[in-house]
């Protein structure tokens, strides 16, 4: 909490990234108790980190994942800071910055489940990206199809589907 203060985050980014960081760690629990390894603590973290630059950015008009990547290496939390690098739209789509660990997954997944603070559907959250990001309009289609299997994956496991369980 101290480096999102830090760093600016306060209002609806604090919000949102608190509700992201519940939401990917509710979900981590379910994998957990499903026999899956998931660090909780490392979750937590990086779901409340992953917006860590997003004000400062929006101010120097930065990639605010880069430069959460930046800061977060600076700060001395590089677990996290790898995490943070692959929480965009778009990183589903390289196979570099594609998240592989559940870790990577659950931040990335509730990020896009999240709206402001409030927990949306997918559908709801890509609508809002549009409005707000027009520039992302092509890729948002071409990603659409890959999260949604990261969800069927997720909730294939946890054994439920997305809606009864957020």
Same mark, same amino acid.
Request: net charge negative; aromatic share 8%; with cysteine.
């Given at each position: 909490?101290q480096?999102?203060?830090?760093y600016g985050v306060?209002?609806i980014?604090?919000?949102h990234?608190i509700?992201?960081?519940?939401v %990917?760690?509710?979900?981590?629990?379910?994998?957990?108790?499903k026999?899956?390894?998931v660090?909780? /603590?490392?979750?937590e973290? %990086?779901g409340l980190l992953?917006d860590?630059?997003?004000?400062?950015s929006? /101010?120097?008009?930065e990639?605010?994942?880069e430069?959460?990547y930046d800061?977060?290496?600076?700060?001395? $939390?590089?677990?996290? %800071?790898n995490?943070?690098a692959?929480h965009?739209v778009?990183?589903i789509?390289d196979?570099?910055? &594609?998240? &592989?660990?559940?870790?990577?997954?659950l931040v990335? $997944?509730a990020? &896009?489940?999240?709206?402001? /603070?409030?927990?949306?559907s997918?559908?709801?959250?890509?609508?809002y990206l549009r409005?707000r990001y027009?520039?992302l309009?092509d890729e948002?289609?071409?990603?659409w199809?890959?999260?949604?299997e990261?969800?069927?994956?997720?909730?294939?496991?946890?054994g439920?589907?997305?809606?009864? /369980?957020?």
């Amino acid at each position: 909490m101290q480096l999102l203060d830090r760093y600016g985050v306060k209002g609806i980014m604090l919000g949102h990234s608190i509700q992201v960081s519940r939401v %990917a760690c509710y979900l981590g629990g379910k994998l957990v108790s499903k026999g899956q390894n998931v660090n909780l /603590d490392l979750l937590e973290c %990086a779901g409340l980190l992953h917006d860590v630059a997003k004000q400062t950015s929006l /101010d120097t008009g930065e990639n605010h994942i880069e430069h959460g990547y930046d800061i977060l290496m600076r700060e001395g $939390y590089p677990e996290i %800071a790898n995490i943070v690098a692959k929480h965009g739209v778009s990183s589903i789509l390289d196979e570099y910055l &594609k998240p &592989k660990t559940w870790e990577e997954k659950l931040v990335y $997944y509730a990020d &896009k489940r999240v709206n402001h /603070d409030h927990i949306v559907s997918l559908m709801d959250r890509f609508e809002y990206l549009r409005e707000r990001y027009p520039m992302l309009g092509d890729e948002l289609n071409i990603v659409w199809p890959l999260i949604r299997e990261l969800e069927d994956e997720i909730f294939s496991i946890i054994g439920t589907d997305m809606d009864s /369980d957020l």
